[in-house]
């Protein structure tokens, strides 16, 4: 309601008060979507983003980023072929206002690698990925975090197009990268332990992933306390694993303390907690108590 009522002041102008008048529309296009009103979020951003171009250049880093939330609006609405169009805009504009090695102008790209994967052109976003990877380690170093954010995603879509040896290869780098910046027990790095422990599951190597899965565990309670989401997380894997492993007293332990601390933490009504509950039912019930 104020941002409506500041743009109700606001007469059609040029200048300072255009330049207000956009923000404004910009900021409550956000607003919008995340309120799931996209059709009205599309309208009003669209609109706005002409008066940011025409003001401010299509170059700004203002606009640029005006462009990026607009594709995003355009992908909720799933709108693919106008929000592909786009990005690509958005990644011709960045190089050309930037260069192609900026960090803006990477993200640009690797937006528009999200957006291939999305669409299903997988082959076009992992070569696009693997180049925002190398480009990327040559324009900020390897150690950047717009680089491991890079890392992360490419290693994403690697596992999801079943290509594990490098996938794994990807996510040790990323593990390597935030032990060494952020130390051992500081979220973003308890996060690449569990992604790495899921990883080698997946492939069948049960033993390192379980020592992961101990360790991620251990390190959230340890560093983020025993009810932080990440900390549930690992408990609810580690119940998972310990399942299937055969090791059902330690199953239960870990599906009754996620459970407990997903009540105690997010409601017992919450999507997260009734996954829980359901989990530990469907775990009693395999082991007949």
Not at 30 to 36: H, K, T
Not at 171 to 200: C, D, F, M, W, Y
Request: glycine letters at 8%; proline letters at 4%.
């Amino acid at each position: 309601p104020l941002y409506r009522q500041e743009l109700e002041g606001l007469s059609p102008a040029s200048g300072p008060a255009k330049q207000v008048s956009f923000r404004l529309r910009l900021s409550l296009a956000l607003i919008l979507r995340r309120l799931g009103k996209l059709q009205e979020a599309e309208q009003m951003h669209r609109q706005a983003l002409r008066d940011c171009e025409e003001t401010l250049g299509p170059t700004h880093p203002d606009t640029l980023a005006a462009m990026g939330n607009f594709v995003e609006i355009l992908k909720g609405l799933a709108r693919y072929e106008e929000a592909e169009a786009e990005c690509r805009r958005t990644v011709e504009t960045s190089k050309k206002a930037l260069g192609a090695l900026h960090p803006e102008a990477l993200i640009a790209r690797s937006n528009l690698a999200a957006m291939m994967k999305l669409i299903g052109r997988y082959e076009e976003a992992e070569s696009l990925g693997r180049q925002i990877v190398r480009d990327a380690d040559v324009a900020v170093g390897p150690r950047h975090p717009y680089t491991l954010v890079f890392v992360g995603n490419l290693a994403k879509l690697l596992e999801d197009t079943g290509k594990y040896q490098e996938a794994e290869a990807l996510l040790r780098r990323l593990l390597e990268a935030n032990e060494s910046i952020h130390g051992p027990k500081e979220q973003t790095t308890i996060v690449a332990v569990g992604r790495l422990a899921a990883l080698l599951w997946t492939q069948g190597k049960s033993a390192e992933a379980a020592r992961l899965f101990h360790r991620a565990l251990r390190d959230a309670e340890e560093a983020l306390g025993s009810e932080h989401p990440e900390t549930l997380v690992a408990m609810g894997n580690l119940a998972e694993v310990s399942r299937k492993l055969g090791r059902y007293d330690d199953a239960l332990t870990f599906s009754r303390r996620c459970l407990q601390g997903s009540v105690a933490t997010l409601g017992p009504h919450h999507p997260d907690t009734r996954l829980a509950m359901q989990a530990l039912e469907e775990l009693m019930v395999d082991t007949g108590r």
